[in-house]
């Protein structure tokens, strides 16, 4: 069935580094990969997603890739801040208005 | 403001009883989605509704279910309660055009003791 996996479940790097967050899918027909933060007792909120025709979105200090051939995708976050510091969820869905599949999350500390 | 509204924010149950939980989604879009989070772990999807009508069913158990009204409120309705069924739910909308993704509310605490 559908499947997202998403490492490392957890990850600490020093403020003003960069973090990288990996994930896969198992699903080929899917064409739609958005990426959420979900800070502490709070609501996931998407930060960035990228379409299957595309390689690669950059928004800020926030990019994503897609290797749509090796199915799998990469949130970077560079110049890391206190405030990056939450989860994030990696997920797939096949078009607009279907469900969408999240890995379980990389809980990403950023150390002072 | 996410646009997505749940009631309640929180709610403590005992064992064995029903509750309903409720999502009034965001103006205008006719997709909403439930979500259960448990504690450290990820957002399982549960079930789907479009615009009335079942869409899509994920690892939803038998003593849950769902449904959407012609308002496009949508209802989560959680029976025979066990701990184990403690968890945050989410519910989520998204728009038929423009922008791709979801909208969350701000999810329901459950509590069963």
């Known amino acids: ?112 | 403001d996410s646009g997505v509204t749940q009631t309640p924010k929180h709610l403590i149950t005992a064992t064995g009883q029903r509750v309903t939980l409720r999502c009034s989604p965001r103006s205008g879009d006719l997709s909403v989605y439930w979500y259960q989070q448990s504690l450290d772990q990820g957002l399982q999807f549960l079930i789907q509704y479009y615009n009335g009508e079942e869409r899509a069913k994920g690892n939803i158990l038998e003593r849950f279910s769902a449904q959407q009204f012609p308002d496009l409120h949508s209802e989560l309705n959680l029976s025979s309660l066990e701990l184990g069924d403690s968890a945050l739910y989410f519910c989520a909308s998204s728009a038929d055009r423009g922008n791709y993704g979801y909208t969350f509310g701000s999810g329901t605490r459950l509590t069963v003791v």
């Open chain 1, 1 to 112: 069935g559908e499947n997202v996996e998403q490492h490392p479940s957890t990850l600490s790097v020093q403020e003003g580094d960069s973090a990288v967050i990996k994930c896969t899918y198992s699903d080929s027909a899917s064409n739609y990969f958005p990426w959420y933060k979900q800070e502490l007792g709070k609501r996931p909120q998407l930060i960035i997603d990228i379409r299957s025709n595309v390689g690669e979105k950059k928004d800020q200090r926030i990019a994503v890739t897609l290797n749509k051939t090796a199915k799998h995708f990469s949130l970077h976050i560079t110049e890391t801040q206190p405030e990056d510091s939450a989860v994030y969820f990696c997920a797939a869905s096949r078009n607009r208005d279907d469900k969408i599949i999240f890995g379980k999350g990389t809980r990403l500390h950023i150390l002072p």
